[in-house]
T-cell receptor, first 115, second 113 residues
Framework: EPEVTQTPSHQVTQMGQEVILRCVPI?????FYWYRQILGQKVEFLVS????????KSEIFDDQFSVERPDGSNFTLKIRSTKLEDSAMYFC?????????????FGPGTRLTVL | QQQVKQSPQSLIVQKGGISIINCAYE??????FPWYQQFPGKGPALLIA?????SEKKEGRFTISFNKSAKQFSLHIMDSQPGDSATYFC????????????FGTGTKLQVIP
């Protein structure tokens, strides 16, 4: 069964450093998303991406964040200068279409720890 | 107005019992209400979903009840099993929102033998 994969599973970084989180969406999916989950809290939408453009972003997704699809398979989330409050689990998701009825498939997540 | 409120925060149910998780929303633009199941170390996975034009949807032991006028919906897990122990998130989205999913705060369910 196809699945979304994410690397690394755990990333530890120093405050102020840049990190890149990587995702490989399901191959025939066209819509890509990043969510984050601070420990013990709800899952929060960050950004959606389609046709090499951001479709929608939340207020959390400020200028420190960027997304990119550098090739035909990877989808990345970059945080330019990490803050302590960026520590969270980051989930990538993908879907075939952009209606709510197209299921979003989530990856296992990358746990980011900012020291 | 974008929030989805969920209760309880945690729930302990005996094996074979009924687990009930409740959610409420404010934004009337929401037109799709999925429930996600999350096991430790895994991402959320779609469990069951409902559109507001129906009041109930059942899939196996899982049932969503939907009250559009009250802007409330709930998940019922019948004959709860230890394997159902997970965190459950209600969620909402609207067809004009590029599938942005707004999640509830989550309910940690423990089913004890």
């Amino acid at each position: 069964e196809p699945e979304v994969t994410q690397t690394p599973s755990h990333q530890v970084t120093q405050m102020g450093q840049e990190v890149i989180l990587r995702c490989v969406p399901i191959s025939n999916h066209l819509y890509f998303y990043w969510y984050r989950q601070i420990l013990g809290q709800k899952v929060e939408f960050l950004v959606s991406f389609y046709n090499n453009e951001i479709s929608e972003k939340s207020e959390i997704f400020d200028d420190q964040f960027s997304v990119e699809r550098p090739d035909g398979s990877n989808f990345t989330l970059k945080i330019r200068s990490t803050k302590l409050e960026d520590s969270a689990m980051y989930f990538c998701a993908s879907s075939e279409g952009d209606t709510p009825y197209n299921e979003q498939f989530f990856g296992p997540g990358t746990r980011l720890t900012v020291l | 107005q974008q929030q989805v409120k969920q209760s309880p925060q945690s729930l302990i149910v005996q094996k074979g019992g009924i687990s009930i998780i409740n959610c409420a929303y404010e934004n009337t633009a929401f037109d799709y209400f999925p429930w996600y199941q999350q096991f430790p170390g895994k991402g959320p996975a779609l469990l069951i979903a409902i559109r507001p034009d129906v009041s109930e949807k059942k899939e196996g032991r899982f049932t969503i009840s939907f009250n559009k006028s009250a802007k409330q919906f709930s998940l019922h897990i019948m004959d709860s099993q230890p394997g159902d122990s997970a965190t459950y998130f209600c969620a909402a989205s609207n067809s004009g929102g590029y599938q942005k999913v707004t999640f509830g705060t989550g309910t940690k369910l423990q089913v004890i033998p």
